[in-house]
């Protein structure tokens, strides 16, 4: 029986809208530190009903087969990106556990840790290590990275010379030669001009599709059914679907109220 | 290569995980590597700056403290003196303020991807320790010019500034994941730091407290690195055994509570920093 790649159970996030919620006077954080082996679970629960929070998510359970892509659509505030951010680690879930086997790589934003001072190389090493290549990986891939980004006149100068475009276009293509088993994708990231866009489409593509397992959000319905072998769709929370791309496509168009239309001929 | 994660609620986390700590290190030397690049980029001067600032604070407090007052040194000569506990002391003071604030000051990079919190105050530490090899290298200098050799008390200063380290370690970890959701912490730093300085031996020996608030003078393990220090590099008198058990015994109880602390708050701070 092959092992699952990504399974998650009834995963669940909450948060406090209230900013202030999380400040606590110093003398409360005190008391509720020491209090916590003494305290019952259900005590932990009440805060949770609070008037001015949310929960982002709420008992989210799927399975990824390694080597399929799941395509995670949703309208936004649906909880895709707290979703994404939960699986690649960067916040904790309120309630629930997941598993992943293999190396997880997040394309969730770019150009992390670029610092204006340095440059373009180095921020190369830089960012490359900060998601999750080894040095060496990052000097093997260097030049292949700075020819995707068509920067190569300009990488040894700082990038706060770089025009934002020149910045997003490093910044992408350093996150694009990330390798790893699973991989979070946001489509989100493809930058820059009509061409580059098109370039950063491709990359991800082949990136999905060369048998790693993929957990890709898009809010173009033409790149889910191209990519995706299944579909997850979100609603305030909540997963009001998974399984079959095209039916999921239709859960979503029904959630945001398009009427369905055939494609037009003109 | 196979690895499996497993991503559980807030209140779960394992408390010790040093394979991890481990497979990170490649972040770890970048953001030190990052760090001290950026710091001597457009600088003119550059590392002449690390310098610079042990030799003023040198040379001001010998005129203030040790000729216009005369603090009593045990007959050291106060340049060798003071310099001594300042390279102790400047490396305190910039690993102190920097691994308290490290969290806040990396919150673009919280927010954004995953790697164990604590990796930023080892940055900031290290980073410290690199100037402090720098002002070491102003103590050496000193000494060769008053012409003092060494004691056995060198053999205790790499163990002396590990408990700094760790001293350091333990009240950072507190400090650093209090700030996220508490700002003033970020007010108390400058303030906390000059108050320690002044409860440190930097200025004056130890030996100028009276005997009844020794007890009290150990809880800052400082207090002991400096003397050691002295002792090694300026030909002061060794600390007292007892003093550095005390020491040791804060800097352990800060480092397990603060290391509990952090880990605990360090599932929420991507959500409140």
């Known amino acids: ?266 | 290569m196979s690895q499996t994660f497993l991503i559980r609620a807030i209140g779960q986390q394992p408390l010790l995980n040093f394979g991890e700590l481990w497979a990170f290190r490649h972040l770890f030397y970048i953001l030190v590597w990052r760090a001290l690049r950026v710091r001597y980029q457009q600088t003119v001067i550059g590392v002449a700056w690390a310098l610079l600032q042990p030799i003023l604070y040198t040379f001001v407090f010998t005129v203030i403290f040790g000729l216009l007052m005369s603090i009593p040194t045990n007959g050291q000569p106060y340049p060798v003196f003071v310099m001594s506990g300042l390279a102790v002391w400047l490396f305190v003071a910039q690993a102190f303020n920097q691994a308290s604030a490290s969290m806040f000051n990396n919150a673009h990079l919280i927010n954004r991807i995953y790697f164990p919190r604590i990796i930023l105050i080892l940055v900031a530490i290290a980073v410290a320790l690199a100037d402090f090899l720098l002002a070491f290298a102003v103590l050496v200098v000193l000494m060769i010019w008053y012409g003092i050799v060494p004691t056995m008390g060198a053999l205790y200063f790499l163990p002396m500034m590990l408990l700094a380290v760790m001293t350091i370690l333990g009240l950072s970890l507190w400090l650093s994941a209090l700030y996220v959701p508490y700002r003033d912490v970020g007010h108390l730093l400058p303030f906390m730091t000059t108050i320690w300085m002044f409860l440190s031996p930097v200025i004056y020996p130890s030996t100028l407290l009276p005997p009844k608030y020794q007890f009290l003078y150990a809880l800052n393990p400082i207090v002991v690195v400096i003397d050691t220090s002295r002792w090694a590099f300026a030909g002061g008198p060794p600390p007292q055994g007892w003093m550095v058990a005390v020491s040791c015994g804060v800097a352990a109880f800060l480092c397990v509570t603060g290391y509990w602390f952090f880990r605990r708050q360090e599932a929420t701070f991507a959500d409140v920093v």
């Open chain 1, 1 to 266: 029986m092959s092992k699952v790649a990504l399974s998650v159970s009834r995963l669940g996030k909450w948060y406090a809208v209230n900013d202030l919620r999380y400040r606590r006077s110093l003398s409360e954080l005190i008391i509720q530190v020491f209090a916590a082996p003494f305290r019952r679970k259900a005590d932990v629960r009440s805060i949770h009903q609070a008037p001015d929070s949310i929960w982002a998510l709420r008992d989210i359970s799927f399975e990824v087969q390694p080597g399929r892509v799941l395509g995670v659509i949703g309208r936004n505030g649906s909880g895709k990106s707290t979703l994404l951010k939960i699986l690649a680690r960067i916040t904790t879930p309120t309630e629930g556990a997941a598993e992943l086997r293999g190396r997880v790589g997040a394309l969730l934003e770019v150009g992390t840790g670029f610092h204006p001072d340095l440059s373009g190389r180095e921020n190369i090493l830089l960012n490359g290590t900060m998601i999750g290549m080894t040095p060496k990986e990052v000097r093997r891939r260097e030049e292949e990275i700075i020819e995707f980004s068509e920067c190569a006149d300009f990488i040894d100068t700082p990038v706060r010379h770089y025009s934002s475009g020149m910045f997003m276009r490093l910044a992408f293509a350093v996150a694009a030669h990330l390798e790893a088993e699973i991989m979070l994708v946001d489509e989100v990231l493809a930058v820059g001009d009509e061409a580059f866009q098109q370039k950063c489409k491709a990359k991800i593509r082949e990136t999905a599709l060369n048998g790693r397992t993929v957990l890709f959000t898009s809010h173009d319905m033409d790149s889910i059914k191209k990519i995706c072998h299944s579909c997850l769709v979100l609603d305030h929370g909540k997963a009001v679907h998974v399984g079959d791309v095209d039916e999921g496509i239709r859960v979503y168009k029904e959630i945001c109220g398009i009427p369905l239309q055939p494609p037009l001929n003109t």
